[in-house]
């Protein structure tokens, strides 16, 4: 197999816990996410009274039209990606720290602002979504193989205050394929395919 001379341009990583983990809040952790859970649903237009989400129609037409990228669209995606990154990292036990709204935490996630003109195709955004669909078919696989390997760890850290490196690095994977096939056929800041892994 060859491999890319130059890393993807999506970056993604969860710093391994180096202490024990709570067990209180890891067994309790469905129900301490629910207020961070909120306000990510209200920043996301996830929920009846949301505002913002992510931007994808509107870069989408100025990349056509315009070959532009407004700058202030691609930090707004770029840290609502960061925080909905911390908000299910907590949520799949990664991580101790309750999610930040603002701060990087121990959640790192980043990709380049695009150079539309050189870097990007003006058609290629219309399609991206469906060239996709492979990685789509094989994330729904790997993430239900995730949430199993989730309910392992909880147990695990009830019983030992431990997250096995193993199924820490399958999770942080599985998140990192999402996050580069979001950014790819939904945040439109590359036309770099997604490769078909977990690794970086």
């Known amino acids: ?13 969860v710093d391994y816990p180096e202490a024990p983990l709570n067990r209180l809040t890891t067994f309790l952790r469905i129900i301490w996410i629910i207020p961070i859970g909120i306000v990510l649903s209200q920043v996301s237009g996830e929920s009846f009274a949301a505002a913002g989400g992510t931007l994808m129609a509107a870069p989408l037409l100025m990349i056509l039209f315009r070959q532009k990228y407004p700058r202030w669209w691609f930090d707004w995606n770029l840290a609502l990606s960061r925080f909905g990154n911390r908000v299910f990292a907590y949520l799949l036990l990664l991580r101790d720290e309750y999610p930040s709204t603002d701060e990087e935490q121990a959640v790192h996630l980043d990709f380049p602002y695009p150079d539309v003109v050189n870097d990007l195709n003006r058609w290629l955004p219309l399609v991206k979504w469906l060239l996709a669909i492979p990685h789509y078919i094989v994330l729904a696989v790997l993430w239900v193989l995730a949430i199993g390997a989730v309910l392992i760890a909880w147990l695990s850290i009830l019983f030992t205050g431990n997250y096995p490196a193993g199924l820490f690095d399958y999770v942080v994977g599985v998140m990192r394929w999402s996050n580069r096939v979001g950014a790819y056929a939904f945040l439109l800041v590359t036309d770099r395919y997604p490769p078909f892994r977990i690794g970086t």
């Not at 890319?4 to 993604?12: A, D, G």
């Open 1 to 13: 197999m060859i491999q890319s001379e130059t890393p993807y341009p999506i970056q993604f990583g």
